[in-house]
């Protein structure tokens, strides 16, 4: 395997399912608005589904959180929040089997392009399949905007993008904040630091 190729083909197979996605969404959403739009992902981002939310969806959940500002911006940019998640999860087995493959031959060390030590240890492995998704990741979405695909009446004008856990680790929130960074606007990038410090507080029970 060579990883140039894994991260092209993991991008290419995201963008179709997402495209998939967004041609089925739920009829019940029709009249609303959607805002957030990301890839959800198993830890290790060994499967995906798509998450998503709606002002709609939004405004009743914070309706009664009038002092509580912290987690308003959870509420807003975390997917485990957020009425739709996982969702199409069964338009991505070809993504997942692309991620099977990587996990494979890294740890048989055996890529075509990439020279592994064979005394690597796991954070070194980790290193390397972290960097793939980022980037797979960051260019499906480059590439599902340059397409248009968000532009339909179904989302707002500038939609929050990224990568979701449903109970991400220090690592993983690293990772999503990496992804926002290189998808979404400065403006929904800042709001998206704080909500994911405001996560990393939680999980380590600040």
């Known amino acids: 395997m060579y990883i140039c190729e894994f991260k092209r083909d993991l991008a290419t197979s995201l963008v179709r399912s ?13 009249d609303a608005s959607i805002y957030s739009f990301s890839l959800y992902c198993a830890s290790g981002c060994t499967s995906f589904g798509v998450a998503f939310s709606t002002l709609e969806a939004l405004n009743k959940k914070n309706e009664n959180l009038a002092n509580s500002d912290a987690q308003k911006l959870i509420n807003k940019l975390s997917a485990a929040e957020w009425p739709f998640v996982n969702y199409g999860f069964e338009l991505f087995k070809d993504s997942n089997d692309l991620v099977d493959g990587l996990y494979n031959t890294l740890y048989e060390g055996v890529f075509e392009d990439v020279v592994i030590d064979p005394n690597a240890k796991t954070a070194d492995l980790t290193k390397i399949s972290t960097d793939c998704f980022i980037e797979s990741i960051s260019n ?3 590439k599902l905007k340059s397409d248009s695909d968000f532009s339909s009446k179904k989302f707002i004008g500038d939609p929050f993008f990224g990568l979701q856990f449903g109970d991400p680790s220090p690592n993983e929130l690293r ?4 992804v926002s960074e290189l998808v979404n606007s400065p403006e929904w990038h800042e709001e998206a630091l704080k909500a994911f410090n405001g996560l990393s507080r939680k999980h380590i029970g600040i």
Do not use: H
């Open 140 to 142: 499906a979405f480059v």
């Open 18 to 30: 997402c495209k998939e996605v967004i041609a089925s969404l739920p009829a019940s959403i029709c």
């Open 175 to 178: 990772m999503m904040e990496n």
